[in-house]
C-alpha cells in the first residue's frame, strides 16, 4: 500500500454532517475537469457565473470550519468528451492530506474495460479509495450495458459504492446537441439491472431525479442497496413524494449532498431546515446514514 494512502481519521463526534456530493473540478495546474463549453453551460444554469472552481485544499478548509466531512470526485468522461480527465490519484492523495475532513471517491470511465478495472482495484487497495462515480449522460453509457459490468463485479467484490449521476444535468444545458449529451442515460431505472445483477453492490442515485423522481422512488425501496443522495437541488424545490419518502420508507437510505461548488452546504442546509422532517430523521439523513454506507459506523 503506498504511503501516501487515505487513512481514515474522522472524528465522527465531531462531525455535523457528511456531505456526500461534491467535485474537484481543477487540477493543481489549474486545468478544469470540464471543457470550456460545458464548464461555461454548468455554471450558467446553476447560476454561477464568474465562481472560482477551489481547490481540494480550499475545499477542507471549507468543510472543516463548518465541522464537516465531504466525499470528493471528480468525472473520467475521456471517451464521450475528449478532454483529459483529472487524475483519480491526484484527488486521492490530496484527500489523504485531509483525512479529518475529506473522503476521496475515483471515476473510470467504463469504456477503459480491463485498464479500468485494474485501475479500480490499485486505487482502492493502494490509494484508500472509499467509491466510485458514474455520470452516464456525460460518459456516453446506459448504466445497463454490460461494457460496465466487469468494473462493476471489481467495486461490488472491493465493498465499495458506486455513485450514479440521475436526471437532469445541467452539463451541455443550453449548448447546441446539449453538447453531444444523452439525458436519457440517466434514467434512474437503467440502474435497476445494476442492483438485480449485482445484489451486494452499494449504490447511490445522485440527485433529485428530475424528471424520473418516482422511478428512483421505486428502484430505491425495492432494492435494499440502493440509496438516494439530495445533491444539486435547493431542498426547497424537493417535489413532495420525495420528502414524503425521505420522511418514512427511505429514512435510512437518503443522504446529505450539496453538490459544492455549485451549490454550497451553508445554502443546502439552509433551506433543508425549513423542510417538514421528522427531528428524528434529521441526524441520520445528514450523517448517521452516510457514516453507515461509507462503513464508519457499524451499530
Known sequence: MSDRAYQPALDLDRLTAIDMHTHAEV???GRTALSPELLGASEKYFKAHGHRQPTIEEMAAHYRE??????VFTVDAEHAT????????EIAENCAAHADVLIPFASIDPHKGRAGVREARRLVEQYGV??????????????????????????????????????QTGIGAGVPGGGGIRLKYSNPMLVDDVAVDFPHLRIILAHPSFPWQDEALAVATHKPHV???LSGW??????PQLVRYANTLLKDKVLFGSDYPVITPDRWLADFDTLDIKPEVRPKILKENAARLLGLLTD
Open 66 to 71: 463548518r465541522h464537516m466531512a465531504a466525499v
Open 227 to 229: 440509496h438516494i443522495d
Open 130 to 167: 472509499r467509491g466510485f462515480k458514474f455520470h452516464p449522460s456525460l460518459q456516453a453509457f446506459a448504466p445497463d450495458d454490460r461494457l460496465a459490468y466487469p468494473l462493476y463485479e471489481t467495486i461490488e467484490e472491493l465493498g465499495v459504492p458506486a455513485l450514479f449521476h440521475t436526471g
Open 27 to 29: 487540477t493543481e495546474e
Open 234 to 239: 435547493s431542498p426547497k424545490y424537493f417535489p
Open 82 to 89: 475528449g478532454h483529459p480527465r483529472i487524475h483519480n490519484e
